[in-house]
Antibody, heavy 122, light 107 residues
Framework: QVQLVQSGTEVKKSGSSVKVSCKAS????????INWVRQAPGQGLEWVGG????????IYAQNFQGRVTINADESTSTAYMELTGLRFEDTAVYYC???????????????WGQGTTVTVSS | EILMTQSPGTLSVSPGGRATLSCRAS??????LAWYQQKPGLPPRLLIY???TRAAGIPARFSGSGSGTEFTLTISSLQSEDFAGYYC?????????FGQGTNLEIK
């Protein structure tokens, strides 16, 4: 049974950066997309980007281009999302989620991490 | 970017009743449509993918239908644990996009 475990809560200053990790266990990692999805307080879900470690190349939502970097370490089955130039509006829970079907960069997402709360303060 | 619009925003239904949630895409997404359930403080849970295929372990009272731009999630015989938030998501086009959600509450 695949499980995704994320790193802990982060409190950051405006303008700084945050890096969140997502470690997979119990299943295949390299051919399934790991997506990052965020949810601001009381709001809906927003796709940030994703990566398939076998291909190595991440894809990003336009809203985050230039500010986000997603990568993956196959040796530890861990994906990372780094967001720079943090703004108050980046305050959210950030989830990693595995794509349902291998070799598809975006698809339905069937396994989710527990979420990482990122709070941006001035 | 494809805009996903869900209706209604809030739906009040009695336990044991039937809930019908709608999701509309701003352009056709074939059947590349998923539904999620989310409870407070928890990550989303995949219910339906391919517009009508139940994910592993999802009870048969959850059913999905539709194609193109109009989709429906139906929950028959509502149980107490079904009262939650529901989101649709298209994955036909980059970027994948979500609807704003429907809150299903107890009447």
């Amino acid at each position: 049974q695949v499980q995704l475990v994320q790193s802990g809560t982060e409190v950051k200053k405006s303008g700084s950066s945050v890096k969140v990790s997502c470690k997979a266990s119990g299943g295949s990692f390299r051919t399934y997309a790991i997506n990052w999805v965020r949810q601001a307080p009381g709001q809906g879900l927003e796709w940030v980007g994703g990566i398939i470690s076998f291909f190595g190349t991440p894809i990003y939502a336009q809203n985050f281009q230039g500010r986000v970097t997603i990568n993956a370490d196959e040796s530890t089955s861990t994906a990372y999302m780094e967001l720079t130039g943090l703004r108050f509006e980046d305050t959210a829970v950030y989830y990693c989620a595995r794509g349902l079907t291998p070799n598809h960069y975006y698809h339905a997402m069937d396994v989710w991490g527990q979420g990482t709360t990122v709070t941006v303060s001035s | 970017e494809i805009l996903m619009t869900q209706s209604p925003g809030t739906l009040s239904v009695s336990p044991g009743g039937r809930a019908t949630l709608s999701c509309r895409a701003s352009q056709g997404v074939a059947t590349n449509l998923a539904w999620y359930q989310q409870k407070p403080g928890l990550p989303p849970r995949l219910l339906i993918y391919g517009a009508s295929t139940r994910a592993a372990g999802i009870p048969a009272r959850f059913s999905g239908s539709g194609s193109g731009t109009e989709f429906t999630l139906t929950i028959s015989s509502l149980q107490s644990e079904d009262f939650a938030g529901y989101y649709c998501q298209q994955y036909n086009n980059w970027p994948p996009t979500f609807g704003q959600g429907t809150n299903l509450e107890i009447k």
